[in-house]
């Protein structure tokens, strides 16, 4: 049993290495590729069209990881404490239902929902989108933690005299955090780089840094400059991460 699980493991480690890994080192090289090893890192980070690009795709990334847990929150507290027990995997399985869609189709349907109502092409049927694709990651990552919280700790709460708003700022949300962190690590991390719905919803206002890789690897062909600018991606998602992550921490501790 112990060297299946090892095998296994094993397995799992060399396929993340040569199929993760490998590539990205791969790419990190190709972006030292010039005169200058560090030169398409000056290049970018010298470009105000670049920096306000990736602002650009760090305010939308920001905006839907907001709007995402403002519609998810309310939408967990309900399946994890209101709702009658048997109700409740039909009601989330109802939420979640349109995220089996292939994600094209999902967005090819969302335009043509936008399209009859006067919304597209422009930067709110672009956040429309990208909540719309994104917030079950915060909805699943919030419920699971809500579920956790022990009915007898509301219960004793209860019976000490804590009103329903001190219930909630002293004990679920804090409790809850965790969850929050977590679908808003998913949330962040996924749309900052996103291609498909800003390029099919956003018009010229969804020119994301996503937009901008696939431009420079696909359209002109500057494979040195692509790689460089997907790796300080990187680094800024690496950022993120680690200020989550703390973030979880501190609340856990």
């Known amino acids: 049993m112990f060297s299946s699980l090892k095998l296994l493991t094993t397995i799992s480690i060399i396929f993340l290495f040569v199929f993760f890994y490998i590539p990205l080192i791969g790419m990190f090289i190709y972006s030292l590729k010039s005169e200058n090893p560090i030169e398409n890192y000056v290049s970018i980070l010298k470009n105000p069209l670049y920096i306000r690009i990736i602002g650009y795709s760090l305010l939308i990334s920001f905006l839907t990881t907001i709007i995402s847990l403002l519609i998810s929150y309310p939408i ?8 009658n027990e048997k109700f409740k995997s ?49 909805l699943l990552s919030i419920y699971a933690a809500l579920s956790k919280i022990s009915k007898s700790i509301l219960d004793a709460s209860f019976l000490f005299g804590a009103s329903p708003f001190q219930r909630f700022t002293k004990i679920i949300l804090p409790l809850s955090t965790p ?32 937009y901008l890789i696939w431009d420079l690897f696909l359209k002109y ?7 460089a600018l997907s790796i300080i991606i990187i680094f800024i998602a690496l950022i993120i991460s680690l200020f989550y992550s703390r973030k979880a921490k501190v609340v856990l501790i």
């Open 221 to 227: 062909r500057n494979w040195f400059k692509g790689s």
């Open 76 to 83: 967990a507290y309900y399946l994890a404490f209101i709702v």
């Open 179 to 210: 969850g929050i962190i977590a679908g808003s690590i998913f949330v962040s991390l996924t749309t900052m780089t996103e291609f498909v719905v800003p390029s099919m919803l956003g018009g010229i206002e969804g020119y994301t840094v996503g």
């Open 90 to 138: 039909i009601i989330l399985i109802a939420f979640i239902a349109p995220f089996w869609v292939n994600f094209l189709l999902r967005t090819y349907a969302l335009y043509n929902v936008l399209y009859m109502i006067g919304i597209i092409n422009n930067f709110i049927a672009l956040l429309i989108g990208m909540v719309y694709d994104y917030y079950p990651y915060m």
